[in-house]
């Protein structure tokens, strides 16, 4: 496709990897592990060109088998305060979304990692808004800013609690039976988002088989936590996805809010990876949602990166 002498294609495979590659992001590390992987397809990494320079890139990731990407999770320009760039960067988005989503509604949600005081950065501020304007010009919309939070060794041990006692989910319906439970009142945008088409036990499922079930690692690490009495307060699933060390669900049922337990329950899926010895545990939060990104912060955590989260309503 040429434009102007822009050229718009998708990538023809890895010997294109270091083209793709010559804009800077933080997952471009990831990537030569993620096309062999089967997390990427040549198909659904494009780039637009003006000579040799890179001028725009985009780029989707899905599970390992998938034949639909499930986020699109790289968009970048070479200088978003060249109007050109801009009209490029634009143009590329909108080609690639008819290419690799095709009729597909909605296409899957755009997802930006920034550094956490990007409104304060001149040259990050203009970045995240040129990007958020040209989706929210094809029809996106900001739904959600996560925390991306880490643990680190040299934080400490979590203060484990006294409170409650934990022990493994009977099996995968007990799981997703709490899953489903504690729907109600949640403050997640994500989850709120997905209720506005799904019933509670859909939402669930789709969580659990399209993230929890992808971990590389045993569900023993995952806890079901009690209190003295013996009732079911909440639980946690530490593991390992394709790239870290994560908490990837942590959650108190609504009967059991306001008494912080989510601190207690964080610390045991923290002390659980902590004991395996690892360097470091992610996990990420609504900047809204202030009683879990205090939980976090209790128990040792930091933010090291923020993510705009975006999505289509056509």
Known sequence: MQDLGIEIR?????????????????????LLDDLRAGRRRPSW?????????????????????????????????ADPG?????????????????????????PP??????????RERDRGRVETEARV??????????FAERLRLEWRPDAGAPCMSTRLTFRQPRDDHEVLDLMTAVVAGTLDAHTRLDLQTMTAAEAAR???????????????NWQIALNLDG????????????????????????????????????AEGTAILANQGVDHIRAATDLDNTPMAMAFRRNGWHEFERSINMTWSK
């Open 10 to 30: 998708a990538i023809t495979g890895e010997i294109e990897l270091d083209r793709f590659n010559s804009l800077p992001y933080s997952l471009n590390g990831e």
């Open 45 to 77: 990494m494009w780039i637009a060109r003006r000579g040799d320079e890179v001028v725009a890139r985009v780029a989707w990731w899905g599970n390992p088998g998938s034949t639909q990407p499930s986020l699109l999770d790289i968009f970048d320009l």
């Open 82 to 106: 060249r109007s050109s760039d801009l009209e490029v960067a634009r143009n590329l988005l909108e080609a690639a979304l008819e290419h690799v989503i095709g009729g597909r509604t909605p």
């Open 109 to 118: 949600q755009y997802l930006r990692y920034v550094q956490p005081a990007w």
């Open 133 to 142: 304007a040209i989706a929210r010009d094809l029809g996106a919309r900001v």
């Open 206 to 220: 789709e969580h659990f088989f399209g993230e929890l079930d992808q971990q590389v690692s045993p569900r023993t």
């Open 231 to 266: 009732d079911v307060v909440g639980f946690v699933t530490p593991g390992h996805n394709h790239y870290h060390p994560v908490i990837g669900y942590l959650a108190v049922l609504p009967e059991h809010r306001g008494r912080g337990y989510i601190r207690d329950i964080l």
